[in-house]
């Protein structure tokens, strides 16, 4: 298995797509970072960038890679190896080197222009988001024999997460507003793996208030510490069960 | 060596394998032949655990295929499309495959040499071209001495000069007691190397006979010759027992 990692991880660093998603996430990087002295702000739109590039870049790239690996995949398969071996070696090292992009191409600006604790929190919700979001794209792989269908069921479930949750958390908040519905939304949010990330970045930032419905009732019913365990742990959660459900799904897959 | 007994696989409703029996002995080289979606690229998947069929055993050199992955150490492989990562080199993809099957310590560099790809190994995947890659996928079946080989398409990208080295080294591998398994719709390429023939139809074998046999039945000596004559016979006779039904 390792041997497997250990190569594709050889391979996807050589990518251009790789290298150019990390030389772009630098430039904005440095640039929003200099922009500004005030160094929060910097970061406010950092992680916003984050927030909207790195799903959608990773899930997308994740899904045309597997489902362009299928022959090598199959190659692998007919070697003396556990087939639930060879599809986790090649999530790791696919996670691993886009994790990598974004940890040299956000993390380094970071730690030399504005090192500290909230800067950290950015760089390990990207790292999470870049391991959810390369997890659902395995399981598209799985679930679809076909390429183009599998980039549509990314790019659907991208924009789902980025864009409609929003919409229907706030269509729902606002036709029950005359209810006591705040627990409710907590609980709601947790099923979004984006918006935790964000509410994990506002605790840190102590900007909760400011920005919105969701960070104010994170901060009011779970306060900072709990609030950021919380989240954390549902974040890994929503690594973990992809990658669960596409083992056993490919258990039984026919290549 | 591999045994296959009652072996059904359908993908929806369309039956790719029905109800297939056969047993696959050493020291032969047997060409799977039949039109496309005849279920000869199935039956080699199924063999090799990347199909898993919904009836039927099928055993290699007594291990059961069903949820095990040892029993491929005895196996090689050579697929009809080789696509690799783009960015690894030729020695890399070698080293690989070295790396993981490791039990195995001695390496039969034959092909590597005869196909001289020692003196390119540093180039990558993406820059090589389709009979190149095949010849990569070529090395690495043959690079385990496994007992049993299993070729799709072996000669369907490359040249006649490398073509001609992979059939004697087929030839030299059956002779020292090999099962081989060939699928090829280019029957002359087969001429000379396979002893056996299965020819598929619709999910099913309809013969599995050597050669010898098959030329004394249709009194041909080239294998073309040999397939048309018994497609043609099979046809005429579905006639004729169309004609019958039609006076009926």
């Known amino acids: 298995m390792k041997t497997i990692v250990k190569y594709v991880f050889l391979d996807l660093i050589r990518n251009k797509t790789i290298l150019v998603y990390t030389v772009i996430l630098a430039a904005l990087s440095i640039s929003v970072l200099g922009f500004d002295s005030n160094t929060s702000k910097g970061l406010l739109s950092l992680m916003n960038i984050s927030l909207l590039f790195v799903p959608i870049i990773s899930i997308l790239f994740a899904t045309i890679y597997f489902f362009n690996s299928i022959e090598f995949i199959e190659l692998l398969l007919a070697q003396p190896i556990k087939r639930q071996k060879v599809l986790l070696a090649e999530y790791i090292g696919l996670a691993s080197s886009l994790s990598l992009a974004y940890m040299v191409g956000i993390g380094v600006p970071l730690v030399v222009l504005a090192p500290g604790a909230a800067s950290f929190m950015l760089v390990s919700t990207g790292v999470l988001l870049t391991l959810i979001f390369s997890s659902f794209a395995m399981l598209i792989f799985v679930l679809f024999k076909d390429k183009t269908k599998g980039i549509g069921a990314a790019i659907i479930l991208s924009l789902f997460f980025t864009i409609l949750f929003d919409g229907l958390l706030m269509v729902f908040i606002y036709s029950f507003s005359d209810y006591p519905i705040d627990e409710v939304v907590v609980g709601i949010l947790s099923f979004n793996p984006i918006d935790l990330a964000r509410v994990l970045m506002l605790l840190k930032l102590d900007v909760a208030v400011l920005m919105g419905y969701s960070g104010a009732l994170f901060k009011k019913f779970l306060g900072s510490s709990a609030g950021t365990i919380y989240s954390f742990s549902f974040l890994l959660f929503w690594v973990v069960l992809p990658l669960l459900l596409s083992v056993r799904v490919f258990k039984r897959k026919d290549l | ?248």
Request: charged share 25%.
């Open chain 2, 1 to 248: 060596m591999i045994k296959i007994e009652h072996v059904t696989k359908s993908f929806g409703r369309f039956k790719a394998l029905d109800d297939v029996s056969l047993d696959l002995e050493e020291g032969r080289t047997i060409s799977l032949l039949g039109p496309n979606g005849s279920g000869k690229t199935t039956l080699i998947k199924s063999v090799l655990g990347l199909v898993i069929p919904e009836r039927g055993t099928i055993e290699v050199n007594g291990q059961r295929v069903k949820n095990n992955w040892q029993y491929r150490s005895h196996i090689g492989y050579m697929p009809q499309i080789g696509r690799y990562p783009d960015n690894m080199t030729i020695e890399q993809v070698l080293n690989m495959i070295k790396e993981i099957r490791r039990e195995h310590t001695k390496y039969d560099n034959d092909l590597v040499e005869g196909f001289e790809l020692k003196k390119i190994q540093h180039k990558t995947m993406r820059s090589l071209s389709g009979g190149m890659r095949q010849k990569v996928s070529a090395c690495l079946a043959f690079l385990f001495s496994p007992d049993i080989l299993v070729l799709d398409e072996p000669t369907a990208g490359l040249d006649p000069v490398s073509s001609e080295m992979l059939k004697e080294k087929i030839i030299h591998e059956q002779d020292s007691g090999k099962l081989i398994l060939i699928t090829s719709h280019v029957l002359s390429d087969l001429e000379g190397i396979t002893s056996h023939i299965i020819y598929m139809q619709e999910g099913k074998p309809l013969f599995y006979k050597s050669t010898e046999e098959l030329q004394e039945i249709t009194g041909e000596e080239k294998l073309n010759r040999i397939i048309a004559h018994i497609i043609k016979g099979q046809q005429q006779a579905l006639k004729k027992g169309k004609e019958h039904e039609n006076h009926r």
